[in-house]
Structures are given as C-alpha cells and as structure tokens.
C-alpha cells in the first residue's frame, strides 16, 4: 500500500475528486475506501468558499491534503479532502465510502463510522493506493441535498453503486 504524495491533492477539486474513488483514507482507527464523491471550487455557487474565507470554511483555503469538516443541518459533520494550492479555496466532499469492510452512504452516517467531529478538520488526510484503480468510466451526476449550482456534473460515483442515493443521506 502506497501513500499518496501531497501533489495528488494540489490539484483542481474536479481533477482530484474522480482520482480519489477507490483510494484508501485512514482515519484515526478506521480504514475507508471512497465510493462517492464531490467536487466544490470557489467559483462555484454550491461551495463553501464562494463568498470568500470566514472562521468557519477557512481550512478548504490552507493547504492541500488536509481534512475540512463543517456541520450541517446542525446535527451531521462532512468530510471533505482540500485540494488545489494554498488560497484556492477548493475540496472534495467524501460522500461515501467501505468503511472497515462495511458499506456507508451519506456524509453523516460517513462521518459517524469514522468517529469524525470539528476536531479533525484542519489536520492532515493520510490516504493511500493500494493498487484498486479508480474507475475508467466512473458514474457522473449532478451534486445532491444542495440549492446551487445543482446542474452542474461535479458528483462521481463507483459504476458498481446501485441508482441514485436520495437526498436524505446526510
């Protein structure tokens, strides 16, 4: 099993988000194989980071590799790997993943099985190949559970994950 070099983040987040589908992320104990993915810039309307750096998104604008974790709906923490340079303001949201051999869809029920709270944003990602390649034709949708910028085709998925995931999996 390799470790992924920080240049694989320091990529746009829509180049890094389909590379990211069947690579490893350790998280604390946990063992996760990404299966779905999206990708956030900051000329994008939906993203964090489109009005500019605040107290709570600044991490999508530090460096590359890192982990950025927000809540939503006041209750649901998410997951999201910063990509781009340092300033970009650019991540890629980990919307599911197997996780220690068990399959979770959605970002909050993601984060709940890797025990993943505000704590952990800001610190580094530790990520990994271990030879599973991503896919060559990866499914390509429109983002979910977002008002913005919904048309645009920023969400990839494994072609093996079954129809499209509503947007109750938060």
């Known amino acids: 099993m390799l470790q992924l070099p920080p240049t694989f983040a320091e990529r746009d987040a829509t180049v890094v988000a389909p590379e990211l589908l069947n690579k490893l992320m350790v998280v604390g104990r946990h063992v996760a194989r990404v299966t779905e993915v999206e990708a956030y810039t900051a000329d994008d309307e939906a993203s964090h ?3 500019g750096r605040t107290a709570r998104n600044a991490p999508m604008f530090g460096p590359a590799g890192h982990w950025y974790v927000y809540v939503v709906y006041g209750m649901h923490h998410c997951i999201n790997l910063v990509t781009g340079a340092p300033g970009d303001g650019q991540a890629v949201l980990i919307r599911s993943a197997v996780v220690d051999g ?20 800001g610190r580094a990602a530790e990520l990994f190949d271990d030879g599973t390649a991503p896919p060559s034709t990866p499914l390509v949708t429109p983002r979910i559970g977002i008002t913005k910028a919904v048309d645009l085709p920023r969400r990839w998925l494994l072609p093996s994950q079954s129809g499209e995931r509503s947007q109750r999996n938060q």
């Open 49 to 51: 980071s489109f009005r």
């Open 102 to 121: 068990t399959p979770v869809n959605g970002p909050g029920r993601l984060t709940r099985a890797l025990a993943v709270d505000l704590e952990w944003s």
